[in-house]
């Protein structure tokens, strides 16, 4: 057998609904689901003119080429399999660390447990994955609500709220893509070149849904022996021989009896194993029905009643287990293997050998297996951070807007006080209320004009002797006042220097001279 991985890294949200149904409650599946790779394969090579109808039907629908499914990865790079269905727990009693690692003596396969210990109620492990180490992998959740909108109105269409439930962003899940030896190595080559490195997967594509980066990656050098998702792992003599075997499901099986109905009670003959009987007081099985979308169709397929990944198969066989048995069991079992159906694990060292009557507590791993991918760089924080060119650009903005609040506070601040200017001024000259006196509207305009002007014009230009506004010898800015304390006279032109300071900032002159101008203004229409 030969083929090659795929290591996918979620770059948005990526949305696997358990079924295809447009009403009710969705579900996501939390895993990247085979038949979406086969179907991103098929769009790809489809189309090429190069490959005849039967290379593609060998390719997408003969079952010799198998895109598993894509199972979560630990942040050291260690595969995650399905919870076993097999294990439980006591209910309300911790089953993990607080590294978030399988605590072994608290969980335990039922039947192995004696009745008369049974002083508590049990509770199934059924959601998540555990890798062989005993690290325990709940894929991360995104819920959003969304509705249909109404092209006539372009508002909400009544009752059509729907939500999402998608895989996170960010996470990373590895899947494998098994073929049969004697598929034409020309073929191999153009499948594995097939995917861009970046690729929709997953409903809602269109939208903010979807994007994969997608890695091929050769099978570690151990894979004819270990087989990785089938059988068997570990001694083969434990496995060759053998008349009562247990198969762990690393995805969902579709099975049939003789006629060709769909059964979710297989016989071991029925999936192409010896002869026998299902034990059904060792075995775990959950099942669920859907009938998977096909996109290029526009349409639903047939109804597909499967049992779930987890669960466990324990067969009594009449004749023992065969070398032939073992590869077909590493073909898969079943119906539509092309998208990953069938894969199991044959008599899992991990579940204690659930296939007998003893040691069936869990059996970890004491280190990662040697396929392990590499673990999740921390990404190194640069020595000198440096920031993009918008957020600079934000920054200004953001700088901007500070400094205009700030100057148009202290702009109201000052203006407050030309009133009380004025009334000095005409009590010093004797003028009655409301006569003209200081600066007219017009000559604030001047200096509006010039604080509007580039700030290297500006500069010290509004105090100029000879071609400044506020020169002191200018009409208007000339006349004086009393200060606070009616201690002394000053000019207007001093007064501007006192509260301005000799270079005074553009956006506080602006915001005063309109403030001065407006309070003019309001003078006048007294």
């Given at each position: 057998?030969?083929?090659?991985?795929?290591?996918?890294?979620?770059?948005?949200?990526?949305?696997?609904?358990?079924?295809?149904?447009?009403?009710?409650?969705?579900?996501?599946?939390?895993?990247?689901?085979?038949?979406?790779?086969?179907?991103?394969?098929?769009?790809?090579?489809?189309?090429?003119?190069?490959?005849?109808?039967?290379?593609?039907?060998?390719?997408?629908?003969?079952?010799?080429?198998?895109?598993?499914?894509?199972?979560?990865?630990?942040?050291?790079?260690?595969?995650?399999?399905?919870?076993?269905?097999?294990?439980?727990?006591?209910?309300?009693?911790?089953?993990?660390?607080?590294?978030?690692?399988?605590?072994?003596?608290?969980?335990?396969?039922?039947?192995?447990?004696?009745?008369?210990?049974?002083?508590?109620?049990?509770?199934?492990?059924?959601?998540?994955?555990?890798?062989?180490?005993?690290?325990?992998?709940?894929?991360?959740?995104?819920?959003?609500?969304?509705?249909?909108?109404?092209?006539?109105?372009?508002?909400?269409?009544?009752?059509?709220?729907?939500?999402?439930?998608?895989?996170?962003?960010?996470?990373?899940?590895?899947?494998?893509?098994?073929?049969?030896?004697?598929?034409?190595?020309?073929?191999?080559?153009?499948?594995?070149?097939?995917?861009?490195?970046?690729?929709?997967?997953?409903?809602?594509?269109?939208?903010?849904?979807?994007?994969?980066?997608?890695?091929?990656?050769?099978?570690?050098?151990?894979?004819?022996?270990?087989?990785?998702?089938?059988?068997?792992?570990?001694?083969?003599?434990?496995?060759?021989?053998?008349?009562?075997?247990?198969?762990?499901?690393?995805?969902?099986?579709?099975?049939?009896?003789?006629?060709?109905?769909?059964?979710?009670?297989?016989?071991?003959?029925?999936?192409?194993?010896?002869?026998?009987?299902?034990?059904?007081?060792?075995?775990?099985?959950?099942?669920?029905?859907?009938?998977?979308?096909?996109?290029?169709?526009?349409?639903?397929?047939?109804?597909?009643?499967?049992?779930?990944?987890?669960?466990?198969?324990?067969?009594?066989?009449?004749?023992?287990?065969?070398?032939?048995?073992?590869?077909?069991?590493?073909?898969?079992?079943?119906?539509?293997?092309?998208?990953?159906?069938?894969?199991?694990?044959?008599?899992?060292?991990?579940?204690?050998?659930?296939?007998?009557?003893?040691?069936?507590?869990?059996?970890?791993?004491?280190?990662?297996?040697?396929?392990?991918?590499?673990?999740?760089?921390?990404?190194?924080?640069?020595?000198?951070?440096?920031?993009?060119?918008?957020?600079?650009?934000?920054?200004?903005?953001?700088?901007?807007?500070?400094?205009?609040?700030?100057?148009?506070?202290?702009?109201?601040?000052?203006?407050?006080?030309?009133?009380?200017?004025?009334?000095?001024?005409?009590?010093?000259?004797?003028?009655?209320?409301?006569?003209?006196?200081?600066?007219?509207?017009?000559?604030?305009?001047?200096?509006?004009?010039?604080?509007?002007?580039?700030?290297?014009?500006?500069?010290?230009?509004?105090?100029?002797?000879?071609?400044?506004?506020?020169?002191?010898?200018?009409?208007?800015?000339?006349?004086?006042?009393?200060?606070?304390?009616?201690?002394?006279?000053?000019?207007?032109?001093?007064?501007?220097?006192?509260?301005?300071?000799?270079?005074?900032?553009?956006?506080?002159?602006?915001?005063?001279?309109r403030e001065v101008m407006h309070t003019i203004k309001q003078e006048v229409r007294r």
């Amino acid at each position: 057998m030969k083929g090659f991985e795929l290591l996918l890294t979620l770059r948005e949200d990526c949305v696997f609904s358990e079924r295809s149904a447009t009403e009710g409650g969705h579900r996501g599946l939390d895993y990247v689901p085979g038949a979406a790779l086969l179907g991103a394969f098929a769009a790809r090579l489809y189309p090429d003119k190069s490959l005849s109808l039967q290379d593609k039907f060998l390719l997408f629908h003969s079952g010799r080429v198998r895109f598993g499914n894509g199972l979560p990865l630990s942040t050291g790079g260690e595969r995650g399999w399905p919870m076993p269905f097999c294990w439980h727990r006591d209910k309300g009693a911790d089953w993990q660390t607080d590294a978030g690692r399988l605590w072994v003596d608290n969980v335990y396969h039922q039947p192995a447990r004696d009745s008369a210990e049974q002083d508590t109620q049990s509770e199934q492990l059924r959601a998540g994955f555990v890798t062989e180490t005993g690290c325990v992998l709940s894929p991360g959740r995104a819920l959003r609500l969304k509705t249909a909108i109404n092209p006539d109105t372009g508002r909400a269409r009544e009752a059509a709220l729907f939500g999402y439930d998608a895989l996170s962003e960010g996470q990373r899940f590895v899947a494998r893509v098994d073929i049969d030896d004697d598929v034409d190595d020309n073929l191999v080559a153009a499948l594995r070149d097939a995917l861009p490195r970046t690729t929709p997967l997953g409903r809602s594509r269109s939208a903010e849904y979807g994007l994969v980066d997608v890695e091929t990656r050769d099978l570690p050098a151990d894979a004819a022996r270990r087989t990785l998702h089938a059988a068997p792992w570990g001694d083969q003599a434990q496995v060759d021989g053998a008349e009562r075997i247990a198969l762990w499901l690393l995805s969902d099986l579709a099975a049939s009896d003789p006629h060709g109905q769909p059964t979710l009670c297989p016989a071991p003959q029925w999936l192409g194993l010896p002869d026998g009987r299902l034990d059904f007081s060792h075995s775990f099985l959950r099942a669920r029905r859907y009938s998977p979308w096909n996109a290029h169709r526009g349409g639903p397929d047939l109804e597909r009643q499967v049992l779930c990944q987890g669960s466990l198969l324990v067969f009594d066989l009449s004749t023992p287990l065969a070398p032939a048995h073992r590869e077909r069991l590493a073909a898969g079992l079943g119906l539509h293997r092309e998208t990953g159906l069938g894969r199991v694990w044959l008599n899992p060292a991990l579940l204690g050998h659930p296939g007998s009557a003893q040691d069936l507590t869990p059996r970890l791993a004491t280190e990662p297996a040697t396929d392990a991918l590499a673990p999740v760089a921390e990404p190194a924080a640069p020595e000198h951070p440096t920031k993009s060119d918008l957020a600079e650009w934000l920054d200004r903005g953001i700088e901007r807007g500070n400094t205009r609040d700030a100057a148009a506070t202290q702009a109201r601040r000052i203006a407050q006080e030309y009133p009380a200017l004025l009334h000095s001024a005409r009590r010093l000259r004797g003028l009655p209320e409301g006569a003209e006196v200081g600066p007219s509207h017009s000559q604030w305009g001047a200096v509006l004009a010039l604080a509007k002007r580039p700030p290297a014009e500006f500069g010290m230009a509004l105090f100029n002797e000879q071609t400044g506004p506020c020169k002191p010898t200018a009409p208007g800015w000339k006349e004086e006042h009393w200060d606070e304390g009616y201690s002394r006279v000053r000019s207007f032109s001093c007064w501007m220097l006192r509260v301005l300071g000799p270079s005074p900032a553009p956006e506080l002159v602006q915001r005063l001279a309109r403030e001065v101008m407006h309070t003019i203004k309001q003078e006048v229409r007294r």
